[in-house]
């Protein structure tokens, strides 16, 4: 079974930039896509960006264009997500997770959630 685990958050100021990862250890990705989504208190878990591992084309929310970029090492077994421009309402957990389904931006398709990292845009 893949294991996913984040790393990478913190506390950022407005306008910074960060770059959480998600590693998986047991299997490997190369036959799903895998996502990043966010969550705050209270929120349903936002779908962000994600990328087919195999062919490395991704897909983003709206409020991610622009700003994020989503990657992965074939090598490391590792994926990215690289945050630019931060803002306050970025501040969420942010959760790694796989799928089957290419283009998929709903959660209910996503699976072996990671136990999410924290970040925080301060203003």
């Known amino acids: 079974q893949e294991r996913l685990a984040e790393s990478g958050g913190g506390l950022v100021q407005a306008g910074g930039s960060l770059r959480p990862s998600c590693a998986a250890s047991?299997?490997?990705?190369?036959?799903?896509?895998m996502g990043w989504f966010r969550q705050v208190p209270g929120k349903e878990r936002e779908f962000v960006a994600a990328?087919?591992?195999?062919?490395?084309?991704?897909w983003y929310a709206d409020s991610a264009k622009g700003r994020f970029t989503i990657s992965r090492d074939n090598a490391k077994n590792r994926g990215y997500l690289q945050m630019n421009s931060l803002k306050p309402e970025d501040t969420a957990i942010y959760y790694c997770?796989?799928?089957?389904?290419?283009?998929?931006?709903?959660?209910?398709?996503?699976?072996?959630w990671g136990q999410g990292t924290q970040v925080t845009v301060s203003s």
């Open positions: 997770a796989v799928t089957v389904i290419m283009g998929s931006t709903s959660s209910f398709d996503y699976a072996d």
């Open positions: 990328i087919s591992w195999r062919v490395g084309t991704p």
């Open positions: 047991g299997h490997t990705f190369s036959s799903y896509a």
